[in-house]
């Protein structure tokens, strides 16, 4: 019987396994430090295992499921996902895959349908199944989450949460700056003393467009 696994994808990496029909996945490439894939993370997935496949956040839904055809390959040419600073192919840790069912994603699963309905998603611990790629899904989860990925299911858009556009710094002048302004026009301090002169450096700053002392350019 095959194994299941995961496979994370984002909407973006989703859409680019798309434009292969879904035939080809791919990891970052094997490594011997901690924090990335091991090369017996990829020894452990065989031909005729499936890949399940999820787009986290902000989707969160179960997109389909891919068998696998042959043992991993590294491909460092194909750039399927884009290339890196380097010039190489991104997730160049690559199966040849078969798509089982595959969906757009806004018809995916929900992962809120899928905690507690499947064992390896407790209520209060489910987020570290999709911190990373290829973690064993027990046999009973696979094949009811298979089931799932192929009931009928409407549409529902994936809300894509805008991007704070971060306010412009506010300028301001000093008052030192605003005190040398007015000093340069003998026709505002002329005559005036030290309360005057303030006076006369804010309405100099206010007259020459750089706003008061504690103003700012919008």
Not at 45 to 51: E, G, T
Request: with cysteine; charged share 30%; proline share 6%.
């Amino acid at each position: 019987m095959p194994s299941f696994f995961t496979d994370i994808f984002t909407i973006e990496t989703w859409e680019q396994a798309r434009a292969r029909d879904w035939t080809v996945s791919g990891f970052p490439a094997p490594t011997k430090t901690r924090g990335g894939y091991f090369q017996s993370t990829f020894d452990k997935v065989k031909p005729s295992d499936v890949l399940l496949c999820y787009v986290k956040a902000p989707a969160k839904r179960w997109v389909g499921a891919l068998r696998v055809e042959e043992r991993m390959h590294l491909d460092f040419e194909d750039d399927v996902w884009g290339k890196d600073e380097d010039g190489r192919a991104r997730f160049p840790a690559r199966f040849r895959t078969t798509p089982l069912t595959t969906l757009d994603v806004d018809v995916g699963v929900p992962v809120e349908e899928t905690i507690g309905a499947l064992t390896c998603l407790e209520a209060d611990a489910w987020s570290g199944m999709f911190r990373r790629s290829l973690n064993a899904v027990p046999q009973e989860d696979g094949e009811r989450l298979l089931e799932m990925l192929h009931e009928p299911r409407r549409a529902v858009p994936v809300r894509v949460p805008r991007k704070r556009v971060r306010p412009k710094p506010r300028s301001t002048v000093s008052l030192t700056r605003a005190r040398n302004l007015a000093l340069s026009d003998s026709e505002v301090v002329r005559g005036v003393g030290s309360g005057g002169l303030l006076f006369g450096a804010v309405w100099e700053c206010v007259r020459r467009g750089g706003g008061g002392a504690a103003s700012g350019h919008g």
